[in-house]
């Protein structure tokens, strides 16, 4: 179900710089570019790319934007599209651990907005360190809000900061512009903002409970002057445990059209979680089992994970699992509007993309015009990472191909016969297979492989470890070592 139309087989690998780049947010413009945000070495990264995949040669400098804003550890944690185009970007810099809130604004173009804060950027300290903002949402009136959390000297509090238009400081919210909020006995953090329509503010993250002594889901609803909203919760503050005596962590939040609150995350033990919240606070009974999902996923800590709605209703979350592979893969769950599974995505309800040699790291999901679905975050080429993004297409898998059983492929290098066999228990249709050395390089590949035998000469593939993938009609069938010796 990868979208063969878009970049490689689905799949489009991008490197800034010579160390780690990290793509950590996407958005989708309404002419279908895709904006991906982040941050390489210690600076702010853009990356936009046109329908196909290929880097737009008319953003920044060819495609690409690297900002120092003047703090080191720059980190693009999340990002938004105004109705103009620009583009804002909201995170946090400094060294450990004295962290400020920064948010930095670019033009359509991906130029700098210096009409912006300072040359563009705002930098915001809340309290005496370790400030981190994690999310940002866009208020109809042009104002921006960014989420997250504050050292206090004994823990984290969560941490909500409002700006006008212009990057100054919003002192109708909460007097100065900030408003922390304490839940539990020990950290407490927002990882998603939402803004309903009648102006209220809801946050997602995770806090530790007395109840449970663990970490729960948290939820908060903010009136538009900063104040908790009493008419939620208990006293605007709402904690749910959705596997018991366990960590769960909050990460996504969305908005229903009928104004119930989705919250989606994982459990420390690997499950992907969902809770479906009334316009009160209070779990929706109809959602899954008594308001809660609980997935098992491989589910790796501790790291985003990301919700989308689409429009007939059905619940994406995507992010990255161990659940196929020794490494964490791309990975997308579907769920019906009840909380049931969607059997008809992926291979029972789950869509796993391996892309490079070590772990690949989704961050973002986000959904285009067309109903496709595109995931961005980083994958390890052998020495760092690099910035990937994967568009899937959302129809049922069976309607494109019916995949060959990975169990039944196997790969082996015969150096008697100077020969690599891959074969399968059912004929190839049309695959294709990548072989790629220890570095993440491609350095062979075969296209329109058909039948049950296929034999490569070793020739063609470097001496010592290598990688081979196998994919049909961009599904990926295979991704496994090889050891060839010549």
């Known amino acids: 179900m990868l979208d063969s139309t878009f970049g490689k087989n689905g799949i489009v690998i991008s490197s800034l710089g010579t160390g780690n780049d990290f793509g950590n947010t996407v958005v989708l413009q309404p002419d279908g570019k895709i904006v991906v945000a982040g941050n390489s070495g210690n600076n702010l990264a853009l990356i936009r790319y046109l329908i196909n995949g290929s880097i737009d040669p008319t953003f920044g400098s060819t495609g690409t934007v690297s900002t120092n804003i003047g703090c080191a550890n720059a980190i693009g944690s999340s990002c938004i599209l105004q109705l103009d185009g620009k583009i804002i970007v909201g995170g946090y810099c400094g060294i450990f651990s004295n962290y400020d809130f920064t948010v930095t604004r670019y033009n359509s173009n991906g130029l700098i907005d210096n009409m912006f804060g300072s040359s563009g950027t705002v930098r915001t300290p809340i309290l005496s360190g370790g400030d981190q903002g994690t999310s940002i949402a866009l208020q109809p009136n042009g104002k921006i809000l960014v989420g997250g959390f504050t050292d206090n000297g004994s823990n984290s509090d969560l941490a909500l900061v409002r700006y006008n238009s212009d990057g100054t400081l ?108 009334e316009t009160d606070g209070s779990l929706d009974k109809t959602f899954g089992t008594g308001g809660k999902v609980s997935t098992p996923y491989g589910c790796v800590y501790q790291n985003d994970y990301s919700l989308a709605l689409q429009k007939d209703g059905k619940i994406l979350l995507g992010g990255f699992s161990t659940l196929r592979n020794t490494n964490s893969d791309f990975a997308v769950a579907r769920y019906n509007a009840n909380g049931i599974i969607d059997l008809t995505f992926g291979d029972q309800g789950i869509a796993t993309t391996p892309i490079g040699i070590g772990d690949d790291i989704a961050t973002s999901i986000a959904i285009a015009s067309d109903g496709k679905i595109v995931v961005a975050g980083r994958t390890h080429n052998g020495s760092n990472f690099d910035i990937a993004v994967v568009r899937y297409n959302s129809t049922n898998p069976s309607s494109i191909s019916s995949p060959i059983d990975p169990k039944g492929i196997e790969i082996h290098h015969n150096p008697l016969s100077n020969q690599i066999e891959v074969s399968s228990d059912t004929y190839f249709n049309e ?13 062979y590949e075969m296209n329109n492989v058909n039948g049950q035998l296929v034999t490569i000469s070793s020739d063609n593939v470097p001496h010592g470890l290598n990688f081979v993938r196998l994919t049909e009609n961009g599904v990926p069938l295979i991704f496994d070592k090889i050891v060839v010796v010549h």
Do not use: C, H, W
């Open 170 to 277: 919003d002192t109708s919210f909460d007097s100065d512009g900030i408003v922390t909020t304490s839940v539990g006995p020990a950290g407490d953090m927002i990882r998603s903002i939402v803004v309903q329509s009648d102006g209220k503010i809801v946050v997602a993250g995770f806090s530790y409970t007395s109840a449970s002594f663990s970490y729960d889901f948290v939820v908060l609803r903010y009136n538009t002057n900063g104040s908790l909203d009493n008419t939620f919760g208990s006293g605007g503050i709402l904690t749910t445990a959705i596997v018991s005596n366990n960590n769960d962590y909050g990460e996504s939040i969305a908005i229903q059209p009928d104004g119930k609150i989705l919250v989606g995350g994982y459990s420390y033990t690997g499950f992907l979680l969902l809770s479906r919240y």
């Open 431 to 443: 695959a294709t297979i990548i072989f790629y050395n220890y570095l993440g390089q491609s350095v």
